[in-house]
DNA sequence: CATAAGGGTTCCATTCACTGGAAGGTCAAC
DNA sequence: GTTGACCTTCCAGTGAATGGAACCCTTATG
């Protein structure tokens, strides 16, 4: 198969999948004429990746997870800890974005919006240390 | 004042600052020794970049919430409306995750983390198209 | 036979917001 | 005079692609 039509069947961009390669993730054959010839194998590594990256696991997980999905003996305690890691993470950031959005949230709430030039959540931004953060008053 | 002080005033690594000043956000003077020379108003700067970044702003943003903030005449809807946009990506961003975790959460709940090979989550990221997701089958 | 459309190929640059490191200049103290 | 803490510039790398240029291959049509 072609590069096209793996790339219609996985869900990649043709340019990610020779990113792929690139970085050593899968291993296509080539055609006489140079092209890239996929197996089954390849598109089925490739939706793999397609959907563990869509979990957010960055391109090092994945190779690991390749890696013990290749090995048929593998402890299914080493993939967990691979998911949870990455859960961490993710309730991490969920937790940090979170807490920009109550910030964010407070300030434009508390901003006009209007044509007058008065602009609390510019006055957050600028404060000095020691003055009292309006917007956050009820914090 | 040189660079040491102003990064422990703002809280932002020396090499950020260098950086922002690369990309036009603050213009310091240079003393004789070559040596950038901040004044008060670079470092209150700073400190409003550094807030700005930390609630999450693009530097493109923080360079026009600067502008704002320099020109008194502004509109506060025009600050409003770039917090508003922020705001929304925040959402879209947390969103995204909080699928991301409630997937990923199923299956690490449904993988055992023993010895043996069994494991759920590489068996969906495997999946084939046309098969049940088992870890999913609550959806 | 020419050529045009629609594949494919490589290689280089760009994104975002820094961060690390090398090689070297400056300054104050001992 | 030399140590050590500063400062300087410049170059490279991060993650995970993405965009584009320049060029090759295949197939269909005039």
Do not use: M, Q, Y
């Given at each position: 198969m072609n590069i096209g039509d793996v790339a219609d069947l996985s869900g990649l961009p043709a340019k990610t999948i020779r990113y792929y390669e690139d970085i050593g993730l899968v291993e296509p054959l080539r055609s006489a004429n140079g092209y890239r010839s996929f197996r089954q194998s390849d598109v089925h590594k490739l939706a793999f990746l397609g959907r563990a990256r869509a979990l957010g696991f960055t391109i090092e997980d994945c190779r690991s997870l390749l890696k013990l999905y290749a090995?048929?003996?593998?402890?299914?305690a080493e993939v967990k800890q691979i998911a949870e890691e990455h859960l961490d993470r993710i309730d991490r950031k969920i937790a940090e974005l979170t807490e920009m959005r109550a910030t964010l949230s407070h300030l434009v709430d508390a901003c006009?919006?209007?044509?007058?030039?008065?602009?609390p959540i510019l006055a957050d931004l600028a404060m000095e240390e020691g003055k009292t953060r309006t917007a956050r008053a009820a914090d």
């Open positions: 090995d048929t003996d593998r402890a299914s006009a919006g209007d044509h007058r030039p008065d602009c």
